[in-house]
């Protein structure tokens, strides 16, 4: 076998930013795009020689062939072990876990998340550090400056290799481990969680529907749920990984999991139902007739974890992204732990977590997780509640209003208006930033704004700064709008919009979040010019 170097010129692509690269396959496609981005990655490391990586995606399509590239470049550059899952499967939280379990120097995983996946639609590639979570800004800035400069990669010339069982092999001098996908994982929730609780659920005839959205949660899925915890054969739909998620969208949202939440919202629904998106890290919680919104969800759970074996002596703190409902800020003021800020983006809780000083953090964007790994998980959560379902033996829709009575409702929702010109998204932006003076004090329907400002952070482990996060405007009830671009499309802008609104009166909790919000939608218009700018009578996708 020989190491070929190739001459290349410099990768033109954009910073991987929050969450990795992600691009439509056609631009992946291009000539050495994929091996200059890899071999960035690997530029910008130090010490890894004979170490180990792990490897794995989401099965999307491109999915094996760039496994294969990558297991030739890393034996070239002198990995001494790549973990790759079976068929290149794994899941993000898996690859986090087997990351941490096998004491791997890093990972590389395949994915665009929730993107769609085929021919024409999106890929993405992310690396993630030793800690199993996504590589911090002072690596990724690190790989981008690398790839403005890189010359040659380096490849071993052969055959691919077989990924279609469980083996060892050896390429060149690195050993490769091809891993059942699932084992791993799954042992870790059997020490998480009360799997002897969920099966009695079960056993009682409580009736669930997983939808995995032909994405990677269905092999983990069907595992965990079906065969260990004794759900009946049927309850995990689309459990089939395909190249296109079936020409789907892997976004567990109540748009996109449409055929779920049909199920959810129809007759004779089932009590509980649950879906994950592209790469498994996303989950999406629903009750016969019930919606929980992400921010709620993850309120929820840290009032409800001593019902959780790993979690009954405590949580150290809990963390949540800028933008999501402070519904948990109510819940750890009463149990006396520390809440942290952060902007958007997993990597911020990483930090949180090595520090010991969070237990489980979550996002609006149907992100929730915990210190098990360094990843968010949707399967996770869903185990998660069905462990709480089956300590209080209530219904989901019990447990949220109850909940809501006890610590007052965080009405909340998200516009998003995906695909729009970028320049004048960009604009809104903008001016919305030049107008914070202007804005504070002034009065809408009635309401005071107390503060307007875009979000910067200051990292409480490391020190570092992120600045820019997201535009808020803050009134003096408490009530908030934050305008924010997406940092993971991959057509135009996406503009989204959060709202929340906080209500004490149990008898007007149950109103519709966004009648609740009408007040709020309009004013975030008037202040943002939100039609003008995007040209759109309303939002894409309402969550
Ligand atoms: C979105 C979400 C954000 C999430 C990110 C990655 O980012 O809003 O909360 O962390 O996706 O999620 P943005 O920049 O498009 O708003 V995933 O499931 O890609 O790993
Ligand atoms: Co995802």
Redesign the pocket.
Known sequence: MTIKKISTTPYQGQNPG??GL?KKVKVFQQKNYLENFVQSIFNSLDNYQGQTLVVGGDGRYGNIPATQTILKMAAANGFGRVIVGCNALLS?PAASCIIRKYSAFGGIVL?????PGGPDEDF?IKYNISNGGPAPEKYTDAMYEQSKSITEYKILQGDDIALDRVAELALGDMKISILDPVVDYAELMAEIFDFDAIKTLFKSGFTMKFDAMHAITGPYAKNIIEDVLGAPAGTVLNEKPLEDFGKGHPDPNLTYAKELVECLFGKNAPDFGAAS???G??NMILGNNFFVTPSDSLAVLTANAECVPAYKNGLSGVAR?M?TSCAVDNVAKELGINCFETP???KFFGNLMDAHKVTLCG?????TGSNHVR??DGLWAVLFWLNILAAKKQSVEQIVTEHWAKYGRNIYSRHDYEAVDKAKAEQLVENLRNGFEALKGATFNGMKVAFADDFSYTDSVDGSVSTKQGVRIVFEDGSRIVF??????TEGA?L?IYLERFEPDIKKQREDAQISLADLITIADDIAGVRKFTGRDAPTVIT
Do not use: Q, V, Y
């Not at 994915?111 to 993107?115: E, I, R, V, W, Y």
């Open positions: 929050t969450s992600r993000t994915s665009a998340s929730h993107n993405g998106d592209g790469d890290d996303r992204s933008p958007t983006g997993w996002e609006e964007s149907f992100g990843e968010k924010r671009l997406s940092g993971t499309g996406t989204r």
